[in-house]
């Protein structure tokens, strides 16, 4: 061999690269084997590896599909097999390539405070398991702002979640979509919230009741039914009538951006009560009636749902009594008769002492003169009846 040639050989021999794990290398498919692997050549080293079907992250009767001789591909080396340089062989991967070159992408993701999307794969015991290109991994405590009872209506979607901690040396990767969830929903809330109209009908689902009142969801966003505009009729607890996931129609009584608040009524989409009074009930009338409040001057019995009428004082017995609680108290039934109805004004005279018989004898009253008047109660609230139908026969005693 001449002088040349062994320089030649010489420098071919040095060319030929190390190889060594965790180098990341470019292999020639060569052939398959008998063990479903592709054995392939390393460019530049001399010598050759395998990649188990699993590695190229396809199934093993699916390799010959996928990957064909003389293709190039980009691989890292996981271990050596062998002990000579030129029989040896190497044990390769381009799945854990893949996978460290997405390590490196989230780090720096990480690094910058950027976030990442990824698909919910599993719901496994705590929390979410996604698919970021590696496995992720969300506890349930960072899943929403807000308590999440079934972590089953995740899976399939495809979240924004922030980075909390990453390890690529073990291989974990958790994450948070608590933040997310907040945006979206206050976005999905304003926009909700600019589609709203005070007075406006709109259709909503019960989220959650209280002993106040009912949290009706109008897609995106939740208003506040108060228990005193869910019926006509007195509600105890908005439970007694409603139930969560009921579909229910709501009117719109106010809309507060500023503070995010939005008052609703359900009894408002309902016929007024009032409106059937003049067809039910008539003057003379006998009616079954239930005591809802007492006051000095007589009762308030609701005779229909969200229809009360007041019998005065002078009218609950045809023996004296200083206040209706002494023979009357809330809840309790009775019997009236019907002595006026002006269903414009909202307004039923009723009478109990009319349906009982009266005493053979009865005693008059003495008159009293004007410097003893009594004091006589005025309601704080409308109840559609004048001074006058309220103080009744006490002015006729005091002429």
């Not at 909700?192 to 106040?212: C, S």
């Not at 006509?232 to 009584?253: E, M, R």
């Not at 004004?345 to 005693?363: D, F, M």
């Amino acid at each position: 061999m001449s002088e040349s040639e062994n320089k030649d050989l010489l420098e071919a021999l040095n060319s030929v690269k190390e190889v060594n794990v965790g180098d990341v290398v470019k292999g020639e498919v060569l052939a398959f084997d008998e063990n479903k692997q592709v054995i392939v050549g390393i460019e530049g080293t001399g010598v050759e590896g395998v990649v188990p079907a699993r590695e190229l992250g396809v199934k093993a009767d699916e390799l010959e599909d996928k990957v064909s001789v003389g293709d190039m591909l980009d691989l890292v080396v996981i271990s050596k097999i062998g002990s000579d340089k030129e029989g040896g062989s190497f044990l390769l991967s381009q799945r854990r390539l893949q996978a460290r070159k997405v390590w490196d992408d989230i780090e720096k993701k990480f690094e910058n405070g950027e976030t990442i999307t990824a698909p919910v794969t599993q719901v496994v015991k705590g929390g979410l398991v996604v698919d970021a290109g590696v496995r992720g991994f969300i506890p349930a405590s960072m899943i929403s702002d807000r308590y999440v009872e079934d972590l089953n209506q995740y899976k399939g979607q495809e979240l924004k979640l922030q980075i909390v901690e990453i390890e690529p040396s073990e291989n974990r990767l958790i994450l948070s979509h608590k933040e997310a969830a907040k945006e979206e929903r206050e976005a999905q809330r304003k926009e909700a919230m600019d589609k709203l109209t005070v007075g406006e009908t709109v259709e909503g689902k019960v989220a959650r009741l209280t002993n106040f009142g009912a949290f009706i969801d109008l897609g995106g966003v939740d208003g506040l039914v108060h228990v005193s505009e869910i019926s006509y009729d007195h509600v105890n607890k908005p439970s007694d009538v409603l139930k969560v996931g009921q579909d229910v129609k709501v009117k719109v009584l106010d809309v507060d951006e500023e503070h995010g608040r939005i008052s609703l009524s359900i009894k408002q989409t309902l016929p007024q009560p009032w409106d059937e009074v003049g067809e039910k009930i008539a003057e003379g009338d006998v009616l079954d009636g239930t005591v809802k409040r007492l006051t000095s001057f007589g009762a308030f019995v609701e005779v229909m749902p969200g229809v009360e009428g007041l019998v005065h004082i002078s009218q609950i017995s045809h023996k004296h009594i200083a206040t209706p609680n002494e023979v009357l108290e809330p809840g309790q039934e009775v019997k009236v008769k019907v002595l006026s109805v002006d269903p414009a004004a909202h307004r039923l005279a009723l009478s109990i002492k009319a349906l009982q018989e009266k005493p053979a004898a009865e005693k008059s009253a003495p008159k009293k003169n004007n410097n003893n008047a009594k004091k006589v109660e005025i309601p704080e609230e409308e109840t559609g009846f004048t001074l006058g139908d309220i103080i009744g026969d006490e002015l006729k005693d005091q002429k």
